[in-house]
């Protein structure tokens, strides 16, 4: 069964893009760029990059996962947890890390210059959920490696779990639309709704440095990395990617190896 979701993570994907992205067409929430066409192709090959080296250390992420289970590392291994509780602390635990990760790139001036690719959208929308820079996906991954060996113990059950949840807040997260106020309300008290991750992407650097939760909003709420503001009433992007041609494929590639007005 979880090897049957992990094969069909791939396809979630996919088809949570196609239908966000014809939502959004239909029912957008901000008003669409005049480049509306180019600004979304060159978010697609950004997303394939990031989409197969992704796909290539999620191997090792397994491998990582089987190493620890034989050779009992970690702590969970060492309190002598039962499966379930695994399965429930290894997901949280793995939100944590992302957590820790997350905000590591943005406090690092180094990764935050591969980091900031992701930020740099002017225009949020279903196509932004994968603009990230290879170098930001092994550094993300990376850390997670690392977290799986020290807590360790963690099922790939967890792991699977972790990451379907993780792919199905995704698109919806990045996409121009408006979900129901009730639905943010209510369901950014547990999850990382829209609404709430929106302000991540904000240009004003203070919100930008917030909301580094990617499934559960528990990690903000504890330490206090969190803003009560309206995607409508945020100001998308970076002022460094001002430019239309600091949107090209190209330039996003090479852009954390060259000096950039803030």
């Known amino acids: 069964m979880i090897e049957k979701l992990a094969d069909l993570q791939p396809i979630l994907l996919l088809v949570m893009l196609i239908v966000m992205y014809s939502i959004e067409n239909l029912f957008p929430y901000f008003r669409r760029p005049a480049n509306r066409l180019r600004h979304d ?29 034989t050779k009992g590392w970690g702590l969970l291994n060492w309190l002598g947890a039962g499966m379930v509780v695994k399965i429930i602390v290894g997901v949280l635990l793995l939100d944590l890390a992302d ?3 997350h905000t590591l790139q943005h406090r690092i001036a180094f990764l ?27 550094v993300a991954q990376g850390v997670s490696m690392c977290a799986i060996v020290l807590i360790g113990g963690i099922p790939i059950t967890a792991v699977v ?9 995704l698109v ?17 008290y547990i999850f990382v709704t829209p609404g709430w991750h929106k ?15 990617d499934v559960f909003t528990f990690w903000d ?24 041609r600091q949107h090209k494929v190209g330039y996003l590639m090479l852009s954390p190896f060259k000096k950039l007005k803030k």
């Open 161 to 169: 779990i972790y990451g379907t949840l993780a792919l199905l807040l």
């Open 221 to 244: 709420r504890i330490f206090g990395t969190w803003h009560k503001v309206k995607p409508h009433e945020i100001k998308y992007g970076l002022k460094e990617f001002s430019e239309d």
């Open 41 to 69: 192709w060159r978010n697609l090959i950004v997303s394939v990059i990031s989409f197969v080296i992704n796909g290539f250390i999620g191997l090792g992420v397994v491998t990582v996962v089987q190493l620890t289970e």
């Open 199 to 213: 302000i991540h992407h904000s240009s004003d650097q203070r919100q930008t440095d917030s909301h580094f939760c």
């Open 99 to 101: 957590y820790v990760s």
């Open 172 to 188: 919806p997260q990045h996409s121009n639309i408006r979900m129901p106020d009730w639905v943010e309300k209510y369901g950014s």
């Open 112 to 138: 935050w210059w591969f980091h900031r690719v992701h930020h740099s959208d002017l225009h949020l929308n279903s196509s932004s959920s994968l603009r990230f820079h290879p170098v930001d996906v092994v």
